[in-house]
């Protein structure tokens, strides 16, 4: 696995399963704090209504869809359409799969405004995705903990401070044994955007 100049990968957690990668500084300092705020003005940000609990509720986040034309998605029972790529969403997926080696069709693009916008949990296992999909999320902004959890388990196993200007890599099977959420934090006042970059199959 390649490394992009000035990235080092830091650790992986959970040992005797499926190992998450990070790379610390993944861009230079200055490109990503101006990534971050040209993300936050760039995209058209919305914020969908899903079923829960039989109502239809806001996510409690703002999100955009962007992708390969091809790259039709369903969240929460929700179609998403992709927005074409912008220039900057593309220029980074580019750098990401250099430095990964596995290819990404699509990405989803969530605003937190603050601590008070959250993640449940859940695993990226959506049949568009296939059986071993590599998921690579790149944050911007506020840290945020990252909770995993074993599927079937109520128990949060590890909580992981996601930084600024961090890749984090999940390989296949982190999908099919583990859970992910982002809790809330009311103490966090910054934005963050998390970028993940997935395959959708044809």
Same mark, same amino acid.
């Given at each position: 696995?390649?490394?992009?100049?000035?990235?080092?990968?830091?650790?992986?957690? =959970?040992?005797?399963? /499926?190992? %998450?990668?990070? +790379?610390? #500084?993944?861009?230079? @300092?200055?490109?990503?704090?101006?990534? &971050?705020?040209?993300?936050?003005?760039?995209?058209?940000?919305?914020?969908?209504?899903?079923?829960?609990?039989?109502? =239809?509720?806001?996510? /409690?986040? %703002?999100?955009? +869809?962007? #992708?390969?034309?091809? @790259?039709?998605?369903?969240?929460?029972? &929700?179609?998403?359409?992709?927005?074409?790529?912008?220039?900057?969403?593309?220029?980074?997926?580019?750098?990401?799969?250099?430095?990964?080696?596995?290819?990404?069709?699509?990405?989803?693009?969530?605003?937190?405004?603050?601590?008070?916008?959250?993640?449940?949990?859940?695993?990226?296992?959506?049949?568009?995705?296939?059986?071993?999909?590599?998921?690579?999320?790149?944050?911007?902004?506020?840290?945020?903990?990252?909770?995993?959890?074993?599927?079937?388990?109520?128990?949060?196993?590890?909580?992981?401070?996601?930084?600024?200007?961090?890749?984090?890599?999940?390989?296949?099977?982190?999908?099919?044994?583990?859970?992910?959420?982002?809790?809330?934090?009311?103490?966090?006042?910054?934005?963050?955007?998390?970028?993940?970059?997935?395959?959708?199959?044809?």
């Amino acid at each position: 696995m390649q490394t992009a100049p000035g990235c080092k990968l830091t650790f992986q957690p =959970l040992a005797g399963t /499926p190992g %998450l990668r990070i +790379w610390d #500084g993944f861009l230079p @300092a200055q490109e990503a704090d101006a990534l &971050l705020a040209h993300l936050q003005r760039a995209l058209p940000w919305v914020q969908p209504e899903v079923h829960l609990y039989g109502k =239809l509720r806001q996510i /409690p986040r %703002l999100q955009s +869809w962007h #992708g390969d034309s091809s @790259a039709h998605y369903r969240y929460s029972g &929700l179609p998403m359409a992709p927005a074409p790529w912008t220039t900057a969403l593309a220029r980074l997926r580019d750098q990401i799969q250099q430095v990964v080696g596995h290819p990404f069709n699509s990405v989803l693009a969530n605003l937190y405004r603050d601590g008070r916008d959250s993640m449940g949990w859940h695993a990226d296992n959506e049949p568009e995705l296939g059986q071993a999909p590599w998921i690579a999320s790149f944050s911007l902004g506020a840290r945020r903990d990252f909770a995993l959890r074993q599927a079937g388990s109520t128990r949060t196993a590890l909580l992981l401070p996601l930084h600024h200007n961090q890749l984090l890599l999940m390989p296949p099977a982190m999908q099919q044994c583990w859970q992910h959420a982002l809790p809330r934090r009311l103490r966090v006042h910054q934005a963050r955007i998390n970028l993940t970059f997935r395959y959708i199959q044809p």
